[in-house]
C-alpha cells in the first residue's frame, strides 16, 4: 500500500473511532437518565425553542423506535439491558479500531 492510501484509511479508522466513543457516551447518558427516571412534573422538547409541560406516569413502561417511526413498549430493565449489550459491542469495536489504528500508524511510520 502506498503512503497516502495508508493516511486515507488512518483518517477513515479515526473518524469511525470517534464516532464510536460519540455513540458510547451517548448510550452511556440514556442508560443513566433511565436509572434515574422517576414519574411527576417534566418539560419536554416539542421541537426548537419549545418546551411543554408533562407529567410522568410510567417509568417502567417505554415506546422504543426500531426504525422506520415503528415503535414497540419495552420494560426500563430490558432497555438498560439493550444498552448495555449496545455500549458492550461498541466497546469492542472500539478495541479493533484502536488495534487497527496502531498498525497503520507502524505501517506508516516504517515507510519513512
Known amino acids: 500500500m502506498e503512503k497516502s492510501e495508508l493516511l486515507e484509511l488512518y483518517y477513515s479508522l479515526k473518524e469511525e473511532y470517534e464516532g ?10 440514556l442508560k443513566e437518565g433511565l ?5 411527576g ?9 419549545l418546551f411543554l409541560k408533562a407529567k410522568i406516569l410510567d417509568v417502567n413502561n417505554i415506546l422504543v423506535n426500531i426504525g422506520n417511526n415503528i415503535f414497540i413498549e419495552k420494560s426500563r430493565d430490558d432497555i438498560i439491558k439493550i444498552l ?5 459491542n461498541l466497546e ?19 515507510l519513512k
Open 35 to 39: 436509572k434515574e427516571l422517576k414519574t
Open 20 to 29: 464510536v466513543i460519540k455513540k458510547i457516551a451517548e448510550f452511556e447518558l
Open 41 to 49: 412534573e417534566t418539560y419536554i422538547n416539542f421541537g426548537g425553542m
Open 92 to 110: 469492542n469495536l472500539k478495541k479493533d479500531l484502536e488495534s487497527q489504528i496502531e498498525e497503520i500508524k507502524e505501517k506508516i511510520k516504517n
Open 84 to 88: 448495555e449489550d449496545n455500549i458492550k
